[in-house]
């Protein structure tokens, strides 16, 4: 058999519906794809490669998948620490937006994002944010894969001016990325304080007729819900449901206030939760019940959130954070253990956006997205369980290599689709602008 690429890992962690776990074995790509999963002594006899890598001591992982975020926010990393959400957003991070976000903020931000999170072996992200068009292109320039979302806000802003607008340049965004090898796009309404029903619902028509994710804030925090319930008499829970966007095509982000019957019926309707606990914990805005979701069988995916409130894009670290908490939160040391943990970070992320027929484990026939980790650190030494090292112990600078549909964009822990310095300079001038 003939195939481009080999690759050799003294671990392979699946993430297949068994959660296997393989030593010494080789993985064969060709045309992007994963052709076949044998062992290392059976490739060596059966297999022609142009290129083989040899990876002792390093564990493989399907790329991970941060199933939310506002890329460009990269470049208000620090702006306005340790305030709670709303004093956050309306005092701070909304006027610097109103201020400078265009589209050349959105190219810088986006490429200094995608570089943090390509070099910690995130290889697809889900993104809301103002000229979406423009992280598009970035991402797609970068060998990156993303979910990239069409914004619709009640209020103006540099980017649109009505949510006529903002929807009609959704549309425009699918159509231009319809065929796109790496870009899908999703409606990305900001959430149900900020978006009218009329809005909402043709949100709700237009992902049921295109056939795409629904990614929105919800159920952020606890005021969220009371200044709804106060204004309104109505959770807007129970009103996303009676606008018709609650189902599986929704990926609904934070979800820290969430009563029985709101669980049930997102099991129930096949809607997924993307958990961002970091960004909950820094913003003081409650707890996602992951364990209680998992139990009913609701998909739970995980995301950084933007850097502005997090303050990485480090989705190795949020495993880590979402075992810890889970347990917290739950009582039980035995909630969210390290291999799921695992599958949040990457089937659950690519089954939040539509995606789990393509990435997210490894398996025949998926995109070779893939991630290799250097486990030879004192700090994951000595090595009892590779998932638990991963989970618990590794770090960003252990990611090595990064492969995007059979194309290394990480190798040796540098990129080889940017330019670092270039993407730092670039984000220098911003902050020295910003920060005047
Ligand atoms: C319409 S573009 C996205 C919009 O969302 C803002 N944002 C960033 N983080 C959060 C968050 O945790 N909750 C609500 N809104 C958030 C961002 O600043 C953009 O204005
Ligand atoms: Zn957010």
Redesign the pocket.
């Known amino acids: 058999m003939h195939a481009e690429l080999l690759i050799h890992a003294e671990w392979i962690l699946t993430v297949d519906p068994e959660n296997r776990q393989l030593t010494d074995h080789a993985i064969a790509i060709a045309d992007g794809r994963i052709q076949a999963i044998l062992p290392y002594a059976e490739a060596r006899r059966t297999i022609q490669a142009e290129q083989t890598v040899e990876l002792p001591g390093h564990v493989l992982i399907p790329g991970l998948v941060n199933a939310h975020t506002?890329a460009a926010?990269s470049l208000l990393r620090g702006l306005a620490d340790d305030l709670p959400?709303m004093t956050w957003?309306h005092e701070h991070?909304?006027p610097t937006?109103g201020r400078w976000v265009d589209a050349s903020f959105v190219a810088d931000g986006t490429r200094l994002a995608v570089l943090e999170m390509l070099r910690g072996g995130v290889t697809c992200y889900n993104d809301?944010?103002?000229h979406p068009e423009v992280t598009a292109q970035v991402t797609a320039e970068a060998g990156m894969r993303a979910v990239i979302?069409m914004?619709?806000?009640d209020f103006p802003?540099g980017y649109a001016a009505s949510s006529d607008e903002y929807i009609a340049k959704g549309l425009a965004l699918h159509e231009r990325y319809r065929d796109h090898p790496l870009i899908r796009v999703a409606w990305?309404p900001?959430?149900p304080y900020?978006v009218s029903d009329e809005p909402l619902q043709r949100v709700a028509t237009l992902a049921d007729e295109l056939g795409v994710p629904i990614h929105i804030?919800l159920h952020?925090t606890r005021d969220e819900v009371e200044n709804a319930v106060n204004a309104h008499g109505e959770r807007p829970f129970a009103r996303l449901d009676r606008l018709g966007l609650i189902g599986p095509s929704l990926a609904s982000v934070?979800m820290t206030q969430l009563e029985d019957a709101e669980i049930a019926r997102l099991a129930e309707t096949g809607a997924s939760v993307v958990h961002?606990p970091e960004?909950n914990l820094k913003?003081a805005?409650g707890f996602c019940p992951v364990a209680r979701l998992l139990e009913a069988g609701v998909n739970v995916a995980l995301g950084t959130?933007?850097a502005?409130?997090n303050n990485d894009l480090n989705l190795l670290g949020e495993m880590r954070t979402a075992a810890l908490l889970g347990k917290g939160v739950s009582g039980s040391a035995s909630a969210v253990p390290a291999t799921e943990a695992l599958r949040m970070a990457t089937i659950n992320g690519a089954r939040a956006l539509g995606l789990d027929s393509e990435i997210g484990s490894i398996e025949l026939g998926k995109s070779a997205d893939l991630v290799a980790l250097d486990l030879r650190d004192p700090h994951t030494q000595p090595l009892y369980h590779p998932v638990s090292q991963l989970v618990y112990a590794a770090g960003r600078h252990q990611v090595r290599q990064v492969w995007i549909q059979g194309q290394q964009v990480i190798r040796d822990g540098a990129p080889t689709t940017l330019h670092l310095a270039e993407v730092l300079s670039e984000a220098q001038v911003w902050g020295a602008r910003i920060g005047e």
């Open positions: 506002h926010m959400l957003l991070i909304w937006e809301m944010y103002f979302g914004i619709v806000v802003t990305a900001h959430a900020s804030h952020e934070h961002c960004s913003l805005s959130d933007g502005a409130s």
